[in-house]
């Protein structure tokens, strides 16, 4: 073990064996990322957890009493989070969670295995509500191919797809919060964004690591649609 630039300490993985090279790399992130020491000391399923922690610390976003649906939600780092600040244990507030992963129980957390893209996805979700939400959040990703025009239009389409939910479901000042990566939403989507919501913004949460290209994208306030409540 050697120390990094802050002064910590590097674990560092022999090579050899069966183990691949970006297997290696992968797990010598794993062992010196300071987020998956803090998720597991803190009980969360997931670094991605301290993701939507810094982000609703800094625009408050989730409040007692709301309906969250988590879209994309295993293995339930989001979820843990948004349960807790709604109070969902505590029947306060509701949170609805998907994956095409399983995803062990979480309280106050209802939860369904299914993919966000069937057809009778949208459905499904709304009958899981009973009503509207009031935020509407997804760190899916889609799954990629190795070619970037490729799998940028596969991104783009799966936020397009969860943005265009959200607006059939959102109550009036809601929230939407999506994984986008790269420069962002494209202008065409985030143009949408801009006329249904009040404000728009790209954040970057210092949870996400600095080497990765993974942006989300913020839009509050929403200004209400014209089609019938579900």
């Not at 949208?122 to 009503?131: D, F, Q, T, Y």
Request: hydrophobic content about 40%; some cysteine.
């Amino acid at each position: 073990m050697a120390k990094d630039s802050t002064g910590r300490l590097h674990i560092t993985v022999k090579s050899g064996g069966k183990r691949k090279l970006s297997s290696k790399l992968w797990l010598e992130r794993q062992l010196n990322d300071p987020y998956v020491a803090k998720a597991r000391a803190q009980g969360y399923r997931s670094r991605a957890a301290f993701k939507l922690v810094e982000i609703d610390d800094k625009y408050r976003l989730l409040k007692p009493g709301m309906t969250v649906v988590d879209l994309g939600a295993a293995p339930g780092g989001w979820s843990q989070v948004a349960a807790k600040r709604v109070g969902a244990a505590e029947g306060r507030g509701r949170v609805i969670a998907i994956d095409l992963l399983e995803m062990g129980e979480i309280p106050g957390v209802t939860f369904a295995q299914f993919d966000f893209l069937d057809n009778d996805a949208p459905e499904k979700l709304i009958a899981m509500m009973g009503g509207r939400a009031d935020i509407v959040m997804s760190d899916m990703a889609a799954n990629t191919t190795g070619h970037r025009k490729t799998d940028q239009l596969r991104i783009v389409g799966l936020v397009e797809t969860a943005a265009a939910f959200a607006c059939d479901v959102l109550n009036p000042g809601g929230t939407f919060l999506a994984k986008v990566f790269q420069s962002g939403a494209d202008a065409e989507l985030l143009a949408q964004l801009k006329r249904d919501f009040a404000t728009v913004r790209h954040v970057k949460p210092a949870a996400s690591r600095q080497d990765s290209s993974e942006r989300y994208v913020l839009a509050t306030g929403f200004r209400g649609g014209t089609k019938a409540a579900p």
